[in-house]
Nanobody
């Protein structure tokens, strides 16, 4: 069974940057599209960035376009999210998973990102 482990979150001031990392074990991600998701308090989990396999084309939610960059490392079975120009509304727990996501048991603990104004 796949296990995702997210890291790199923290507390940052508005305008700052963070780089999130996600390592997967139990399954090769080489053949999957991958995504970064986030869930803010009282809100549904949403996909904020996705990257396809192969050529690695990417997609972003409008709210993060131009500020976030998703990338992947096949050798490390990992996916990353570079976040710049952070805003208080980016505050959430961030998760990685395949895109579309696997079953409900596949979600990791996530990593908390808090952006202060």
């Amino acid at each position: 069974q796949v296990q995702f482990v997210e890291s790199g979150g923290g507390l940052v001031q508005a305008g700052g940057s963070l780089r999130l990392s996600c390592a997967a074990s139990g399954m090769s991600l080489s053949f999957n599209a991958l995504g970064w998701y986030r869930q803010a308090p009282g809100k549904q989990r949403e996909l904020v960035a996705g990257i396809r396999r192969g050529g690695g084309s990417t997609k972003y939610a409008d709210s993060v376009k131009g500020r976030f960059t998703i990338s992947r490392d096949y050798a490390k079975n990992s996916v990353y999210l570079q976040m710049t120009s952070l805003k208080p509304e980016d505050t959430a727990v961030y998760y990685c998973n395949t895109d579309p996501s696997l079953d409900s048991s596949s979600w990791g603990q996530g990593t908390q990102v808090t952006v202060s104004s």
